[in-house]
């Protein structure tokens, strides 16, 4: 329920190639895709102004209810986006390697995952340092200071999904090499029951792995929470295997719904439960974050079964309302790795102008956050038609 996100905090965005064509059973993934990118954008900008977390550039929140929605806005999208993101960049990877084989599949990987990563770390971070020093601090800086003259190389915030993911490229290609993948026959989707027991069985991992690294513990430079790292390299696994068993397009309108409602369940009662749990106890944050403590464990229960049910949520019912694409949407799906990788800058640019501009929380997060997911995607949709940055996102 209660998130710590680390210093520079993530993000990170499925990656996937762009195909010519596609068919349109899957369109309803790219939809996916744009809709959880935008979703990044606004959980960011709840962070900004007063949901729990780290970002580049905050506000605290105006009163005990916008906190508290806030709070459940963070918490939500940090029990399932993430994995989610895993789960569909992994998903066309098996095809993709044995169209290209090993060495041209590696890189193209590292060409698409590896240079963002640079980028950031070299021009973005910088700029961003800029603009913190030069409009929220008042203070002058000169350019140098930030490109040249700097203690931190390597700061490749909300990219450190880009990074776990190239990472666990690389160890599937490696196992791929040493063992050849086997043809079976395809395996039906997992009944409801069985998937509920995945949930649980995160969850329960989840809750040992937080024992050593707890809820914003940070491996630097990269930006790894460990915490959350179970769901990601599970869901990235699930991804693999659900392309030969064609598991996306199997899960239905009637099980996406049925899913849809444990998630409502595990929201409007489980959130308020969990609560209560803190108020009874008299207990302090880090209780929930990680440890031996009945708090951890029932927080990384629900984080995960939650989890669990909005990706079965989303998949069902998108597969069924949302499998069409107009010119706009296709659009936003092809400009939507790079309105990630941009989207920290124009979000702290916009939140950096409105500072002083006096609105309740969660008018300004409503403010701040259309301005920001729609200039993202303005940029990101110029930023596609660049000769070189187009070979690249």
């Not at 490749?156 to 196992?175: D, E, N, P, Q, R």
Request: a positive charge.
């Amino acid at each position: 329920m209660f998130i710590l996100i680390p210093k520079q905090p993530f993000l990170s965005w499925a990656v996937h190639e762009h195909k010519p064509m596609q068919k349109a059973r899957e369109y309803y993934i790219d939809n996916i895709r744009i809709a959880l990118t935008a979703l990044v954008i606004l959980h960011h900008t709840a962070i900004t102004y007063g949901g729990p977390g780290g970002w580049y550039y905050s506000e605290p929140a105006d009163g005990l209810v916008s906190g508290l929605l806030l709070t459940i806005f963070v918490s939500t999208n940090q029990a399932f986006f993430m994995g989610f993101f895993f789960l569909l960049s992994s998903y066309f990877i098996p095809a993709s390697y044995v169209r290209k084989g090993s060495y041209r599949f590696l890189l193209e990987r590292l060409k698409r995952l590896g240079i963002p990563i640079v980028f950031y770390s070299l021009v973005i971070t910088p700029v961003m340092i800029y603009m913190l020093v030069r409009l929220k601090m008042n203070e002058p800086i000169s350019w140098y200071a930030v490109f040249i003259d700097r203690d931190e190389w390597i700061n490749i915030g909300v990219l450190w999904f880009t990074a776990a993911l190239l990472l666990f490229t690389i160890v599937y290609a490696a196992s791929r090499s040493l063992v050849p993948a086997k043809v079976n026959n395809p395996k039906s989707l997992p009944g409801n029951l069985t998937i509920f027991l995945f949930g649980l069985g995160l969850g329960l991992i989840s809750f040992v792995v937080r024992l050593v690294f707890p809820i914003g513990w940070t491996l630097d430079p990269v930006g790894f929470q460990f915490a959350h790292f179970p769901q990601y390299i599970a869901l990235f696994t699930v991804g693999l295997w659900a392309y030969p068993n064609q598991w996306l397009s199997s899960v239905s309108y009637a099980q996406g719904k049925f899913w849809l409602r444990i998630a409502l369940l595990l929201i409007v009662v489980g959130f308020p439960c969990i609560y209560l749990l803190k108020v009874v106890t008299h207990s302090e944050l880090d209780a929930f974050l990680g440890g031996l403590t009945i708090q951890s464990f029932v927080n990384s229960l629900w984080e995960q079964l939650l989890g669990i049910s909005l990706i079965m949520a989303w998949l069902g019912i998108a597969r069924q309302k949302w499998n069409d694409q107009g010119p706009a949407t296709k659009e936003f799906s092809r400009s939507a790795y790079a309105v990630y990788i941009i989207h920290p800058l124009v979000l702290l640019l916009v939140s950096l102008l409105l500072k002083d501009v006096h609105l309740s929380s969660l008018l300004k997060f409503l403010l701040t956050g259309s301005i920001a997911v729609s200039l993202s995607f303005a940029v990101g949709s110029l930023l596609v038609r660049v000769p070189v940055v187009k070979d690249i996102v």
